[in-house]
């Protein structure tokens, strides 16, 4: 994993020292190198550099340049299937072969005999990337289908800043301003949802399965979507499987789990794996210690609120390892929370974030590298109770609670809800849309909700935080249902295999049936417990904070005093008001001592 930092100025010399200072701020995401150049006097290129695959050299620029030297690449990710495109480019070009064994290298040199909008769909991996192509004076800009990754983009009249975090470019440039409206569309979806945009006004991010590309001389941009996740879904193929026997897919979903875990194991890292008693992470800590060898399992227990963490001895019997419990107070979880929100330069999206803040420094003080935890199960295989309940598609919004509509419970003496609502519209066509194929209402309504959720909920959630409270701690971390073939394979699964509402089957067993068989073919049926969703204690943390009436989001979103007493007594509601608090008293400051120490009780 790595920080990226990009910043051309439009009018004038670049200010290269202030540059380095950006860039230092992500240090965290990347601490086995730092290298910099400006180009032309007014093109900074910076990286910061945590070290997972191959063994690139201290030599800045030596790996992340192609053959000829023509490109050169910013990259944070990690592509799987890079030895074989390695291969396949010496089959074409010998002297494209890389030298120090890093997907960096590979990258660039696609780059070499490809047209830019062909590279992003040949890359099975989590990436997000900059490409200078100092030929055609292009920047070429590109983030992962499945949003693993991020880049953020801010221009002014002044500024093209690209980067892997939004405190970077609040360090260069701090005069930019919160966006009041995006605070309020908080208050109507269950987390923070941006879409496209950000807390920072002129701050926006890159899309997933976008590529974009800025001509230096003319300072245009142009954008081609060069990857879908609804091109992945093909009819026939889900007719097929419609047709199979239940057995025949679990067992090719054994295989397909086991083959991709092997392909992400890290060749010579130490790395760690999140067993929180869930079908998710369970099973994928089974493939990890039958086919590697972790040096740590780890789980977060937050005292007298996790009833399943609380009691993971039986899945440590069957593992044969013991697995560390972080055991969390409301204390601890209060202290931690504006150290993640200067790790994420927003209030938190969830208030899961905080865990996986706390889990991610136990396992960097293990000495490992990277964590493999389940992100992308729930929403690829259908794992959210609201799946089981059949709906009907009859509304602007997806019935999800994840991506759906809700009138706050605060009201806003100005509110312009417009943008947010449009997305939130548009990603409901685009999944109905994309199984319009299904003959069943029912079906059609649960493969949408499952999709819509996977696609833009997602990343801006689970795996926003995946990525920045894990690199916080300079932590990278992998989860094998968001690999390419996964994520194929569970689009196209029929919709009872995702969630069976057979009135035989079990409560339980209902939500992520399939996925389910296959952990019943490792684990014993009584490990298999309740969903019980995120635990914490986000709404505790107000002891922080004084007096609702005094906080400084009524004035600084405009909330009519009236209302406040009844959304406080909303438990959802006052964890946004709390969360949104706690970020307007920091200022959305980048600070110093991001990693003081924080006592874990």
């Known amino acids: 994993m790595c920080g990226i930092l990009v910043a051309l100025a439009k009018t004038g010399p670049i200010d290269a020292a202030l540059c380095r200072r950006a860039l230092a701020t992500m240090y965290w995401r990347g601490p086995d190198l730092s290298f910099s150049e400006v180009w032309d006097g007014r093109l900074f290129l910076g990286q910061t550099v945590l070290s997972i695959t191959g063994r690139p050299p201290h030599e800045a620029w030596a790996h992340q340049r192609s053959a000829s030297g023509r490109c050169r690449v910013l990259y944070n990710g990690e592509i799987y299937n890079f030895s ?137 941009w142009r954008s081609t979507q060069t990857q879908r996740l609804r091109d992945w879904i093909d009819p026939e193929t889900m007719r097929r499987n419609a047709l199979r026997s239940p057995e025949s897919l679990v067992e090719e979903l054994e295989v397909l789990l086991a083959r991709c875990v092997r392909e992400m194991l890290p060749r010579d890292r130490q790395y760690a794996a999140v067993v929180s008693g869930g079908v998710d992470s369970s099973l994928l800590a089974y493939y990890l210690v039958t086919q590697g060898d972790p040096e740590l399992l780890i789980a977060v227990n937050h005292v007298g609120k996790d009833l399943i963490s609380n009691d993971l001895m039986g899945f440590e019997r069957c593992l044969g390892r013991p697995i560390h419990i972080v055991r969390v107070d409301a204390a601890a979880y209060a202290s931690e929370i504006g150290r993640c929100q200067q790790a994420c330069g927003a209030p938190l999206h969830s208030h899961s974030f905080i865990g996986q803040a706390l889990q991610s420094a136990r396992v960097r003080e293990a000495g490992c590298r990277v964590l493999f935890g389940g992100d992308g199960a729930d ?30 419970r605060v009201a806003f003496l100005e509110d312009a809800p417009d943008r947010l609502l449009q997305d939130l519209a548009s990603a409901w066509r685009d999944a109905l849309e994309a199984y319009a194929f299904v003959e069943r209402p029912d079906e059609q309504v649960t493969q949408a909700m499952t999709y819509c959720d996977a696609v833009y ?100 979103l405009g909330i009519a005093p009236g209302t406040l007493p009844a959304a406080w007594a909303d438990r959802a509601t006052a964890w946004k008001l709390i969360n949104t608090e706690f970020f307007l008293r920091s200022g959305g400051r980048v600070s110093a001592d991001l990693h003081d120490v924080v006592a874990v009780r």
Not at 396 to 405: A, E, G, N, V
């Open 84 to 220: 074989q495109l390695d291969a396949e480019l010496i089959g074409r070009r010998p002297d494209l072969r890389s030298r120090f064994g890093t997907d960096t290298e590979v990258l660039a040199n696609l780059h070499e005999v490809s047209e830019p909008e062909q590279v992003p769909p040949r890359l099975d991996g989590m990436y997000a990337y900059v490409v200078f192509d100092e030929k055609t004076r292009q920047l070429h800009v590109a983030r992962d289908i499945q949003g693993e990754k991020s880049l953020y983009v801010y221009e002014d009249s002044q500024w093209v800043v690209i980067a892997s975090e939004l405190r970077a470019i609040r360090a260069l440039i701090p005069e930019i301003a919160v966006d009041a409206q995006v605070l309020r569309d908080y208050f109507r979806t269950r987390h923070l949802m941006g879409f496209e945009r950000t807390v920072y006004r002129g701050i926006r991010q890159i899309l997933p399965g976008w590529l974009e590309t800025l001509h230096l001389e003319t300072l245009q």
């Open 379 to 408: 929403e690829w295989f259908g794992g959210y109770d609201a799946y089981r309940t059949i709906q009907a598609a009859n509304g602007r919004f997806s019935p999800s609670p994840y991506m759906t509509h809700a009138e706050p």
């Open 457 to 556: 909920q997602l990343p801006e959630v689970g795996l926003r935080g995946a990525d920045l409270m894990s690199m916080a701690w300079s932590v990278e971390t992998r989860s094998v249902y968001l690999r390419r073939p996964v994520i194929q394979f569970a689009l196209n699964l029929p919709a009872s295999l995702k969630t069976n509402r057979d009135p035989g089957c079990p409560p339980r067993w209902q939500a992520k049936w399939l996925l389910k068989q296959v952990f019943l073919r490792h684990f014993p049926a009584e490990l298999l417990a309740e969903k019980q969703g995120f635990a914490g204690f986000p709404n505790e943390a107000a002891v922080c904070l004084g007096a609702p009436e005094d906080y400084q989001i009524l004035q600084a």
